[in-house]
Nanobody, 120 residues
Framework: QVQLVESGGGLVQAGGSLRLSCEVS????????MGWFRQPPGKQRELVAT???????NYVNSVKGRFTISRDNAKNTVYLQMNSLKPEDTAVYYC??????????????WGKGTQVTVSS
């Protein structure tokens, strides 16, 4: 059974930085494309960034130039470095395996997520 454990969230002032981590178990991590998603208060979950097994990355326009997704296959962990945070980045952040075709779809169950709150 695949398990996803997100960590690293917290309360930060606008302009600050956070680094999220997601440890993955129960699957061959290195062959999976991974994604970070977020769910702002009262809104639907949305895709933020993806990274393929080969290390190619993609970002939603609202975070380009501010967020960086990376992975460490030796640690079965995917990261999201978030800089220049804005109040609109406030959300619960989740990671998941993804299937990337003409669109990107999450695979399997979700973890508990990690709360990121950006104060103005």
């Amino acid at each position: 059974q695949v398990q996803l454990v997100e960590s690293g969230g917290g309360l930060v002032q606008a302009g600050g930085s956070l680094r999220l981590s997601c440890e993955v178990s129960g699957t061959s991590f290195s062959i999976n494309a991974m994604g970070w998603f977020r769910q702002p208060p009262g809104k639907q979950r949305e895709l933020v960034a993806t990274i393929t097994s080969g290390g190619s990355t993609n970002y939603v326009n609202s975070v380009k130039g501010r967020f960086t997704i990376s992975r460490d296959n030796a640690k079965n962990t995917v990261y999201l470095q978030m800089n220049s945070l804005k109040p609109e980045d406030t959300a619960v952040y989740y990671c998941n395996r993804v299937k990337i075709t003409t669109s990107t779809s999450p695979l399997g169950y979700w973890g508990k997520g990690t709360q990121v709150t950006v104060s103005s």
